[in-house]
């Protein structure tokens, strides 16, 4: 039976790939060399940074509202617990993701491909 190799991504167009390819009966297999699958968008890109981006804009969304009368005191910055936050947005993802392939039958290795 082909076997394809893949290096692991997140992008939903990339898992649709390698769902898509098991769907159609071939034996996929990712290579990993980080700890976990999904790249650099999932576990330091575009993830993270959103969620550290949204708690930004909310804090903008508070002062900017000043201006109509509402005044919110200065927020504190809890810095420990907005890191807990963004990592557990990203293990819910990617355990969703192992979740995925191993519905589809996506043996995942990890390791540096050569
Ligand atoms: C801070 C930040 C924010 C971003 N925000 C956005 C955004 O909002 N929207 C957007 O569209 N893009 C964003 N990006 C860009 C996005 O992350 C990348 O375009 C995307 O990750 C590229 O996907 P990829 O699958 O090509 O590569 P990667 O995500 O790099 O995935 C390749 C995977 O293959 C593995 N790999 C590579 N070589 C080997 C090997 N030899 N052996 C084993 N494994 C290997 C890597 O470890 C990696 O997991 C952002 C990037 C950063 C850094």
């Known amino acids: 039976m082909k076997q394809i190799f893949l290096f692991s991504e997140e992008v939903p167009a990339d898992t649709q790939q ?52 509402i005044v919110f005191s200065k927020p504190e910055i809890d810095i420990k617990t907005l890191n807990q936050h963004k990592e557990k947005i990203i293990n819910n993802l990617v355990s969703g993701l192992n979740k995925l392939c191993e519905l589809r039958k996506i043996k995942v290795i990890y390791g540096t491909a050569k």
């Open 18 to 69: 390698h769902s898509g390819a098991a769907d159609l009966g071939q034996t996929v297999t990712i290579i990993e060399r980080e700890k976990t699958i999904g790249g650099v968008c999932l576990n330091v890109g575009c993830i993270p940074s959103k969620t550290l981006l949204h708690a930004a804009s909310v804090i903008e969304d508070t002062e900017s509202v000043s201006k109509y009368g």
